[in-house]
């Protein structure tokens, strides 16, 4: 069975530090991943996902197939940063995307 | 471009009643898909759908039932509301597992 793990419920950080949401994932193949964000009023949205390896609004997120990790990172966070993140896993045996509980992060300005 | 259109946005339902929540998207994907979101939890798959015929159960399906004529419409029906089904519905659509899924602003369903 596959399960995404997202530990932090919540997360503040102040403006200008660094962010890292992290996300943990359990699954026997090859594993799709992706971040999803929900900022306040408005739709979930894909934000990044890993094959694509893009840094999307300063944030990037890196596989690591050693420790089963998607971390989502940002250097230097802004106010506009504050929304949900969820982390999600994706199976192309069944079309079907597994996702985390969500870390809701709030910038401190 | 409307992408994921649900109705209603909020309702109110007496134990036992039923209802129809509605989905439509106008991207002509195949892929559409039912979560619902319970506070402090993360999303949990009910149904899904590859194609318009085609239907699978999802982590929570029971109380729940869909159907899938046509490519852009996907509701999630009700038959006998239970307080336990009070939640946030997401209704999403996409082309593939790898490709974004699209999601709709969400109906908040409450069970008294």
């Known amino acids: 069975a596959q399960r995404v793990t997202q530990p932090e419920k919540l997360l503040s950080v102040f403006k200008g530090a660094p962010v890292e949401l992290k996300c943990n994932y359990s699954?026997?193949?090859?594993?799709?991943l992706f971040w999803y964000v929900q900022y306040s009023r408005q739709r979930l949205q894909l934000l990044l996902r890993h094959i694509s390896r893009e840094s999307i609004k300063g944030f990037t997120a890196d596989l690591n197939k050693g420790e089963t990790s998607f971390h989502l990172k940002k250097p230097f966070a802004q106010e506009e940063d504050s929304a949900m993140y969820y982390c999600a896993l994706g199976n192309f045996g069944n079309e079907k995307l597994t996702f985390g509980t969500g870390t809701r992060l709030t910038i401190i300005p | 471009n409307a992408g994921v259109t649900q109705t209603p946005k909020f309702r109110i339902l007496k134990i036992g009643q039923s209802m129809t929540l509605q989905c439509a998207q106008d991207?002509?994907?195949?892929?559409m898909y039912w979560y619902r979101q319970d506070p402090g939890m993360g999303l949990k798959l009910i149904y899904y759908s590859v194609g318009a015929g085609i239907t699978d159960k999802g982590e929570v399906p029971n109380g729940y039932n869909v159907s899938r004529s046509t490519t852009e419409d996907f509701p999630l029906r009700l038959e006998l509301a239970a307080p336990s089904q009070t939640s946030v519905y997401f209704c999403?659509?996409?082309?593939?597992?790898?490709?974004?899924?699209?999601f709709g602003d969400g109906t908040r369903l409450s069970i008294l």
């Open positions: 991207m002509n994907h195949n892929y």
């Open positions: 699954y026997s193949g090859s594993p799709e």
């Open positions: 999403a659509s996409g082309e593939r597992i790898n490709q974004p899924q699209h």
